[in-house]
């Protein structure tokens, strides 16, 4: 017996068929956003903590969060999810401690103020 062409699509909400590969694309495409929207909310926290860390706006935080990822090779979302878990373990990456030690509590201690650049200027 041949098989039908129905056999791989699936009925939907409204009791049409839809192809198979169209549903696997569309859940693909649903647990992607549901990733994003998850790690956004991640990067955020992130952002909260650097602000706490040191004497930074919410822009130059993110800035901060990106850079720190650039230099360490850590995603960018599993950076925040260590930056989140910070103040409960006490425990970061070697080299994440120093690049944070090095573009946050230096310069916080120094009185500077990164700029948009990255680049640290004094406050007035």
């Given at each position: 017996m041949q098989p039908d062409a129905h056999d791989a699509e699936s009925p939907s909400a409204d009791g049409t068929d839809v192809p198979e590969p169209l549903v696997a694309r569309m859940e693909a495409e649903v647990e992607q956003l549901r990733h994003s929207v998850s790690s956004h909310?991640?990067?955020?926290?992130?952002v909260g903590v650097l602000l706490t860390m040191g004497r930074m706006t919410p822009d130059e935080a993110l800035d901060t969060l990106r850079e720190v990822s650039s230099r360490t090779g850590t995603p960018v979302d599993r950076l925040a999810e260590l930056l989140v878990d910070y103040p409960r373990s006490g425990s970061l990456?070697?080299?994440v401690r120093r690049e944070l030690e090095r573009q946050v509590v230096r310069p916080r201690a120094d009185g500077e103020h990164r700029d948009g650049d990255g680049q640290g200027r004094d406050r007035p």
């Open positions: 909310a991640g990067i955020d926290q992130a990456p070697a080299a």
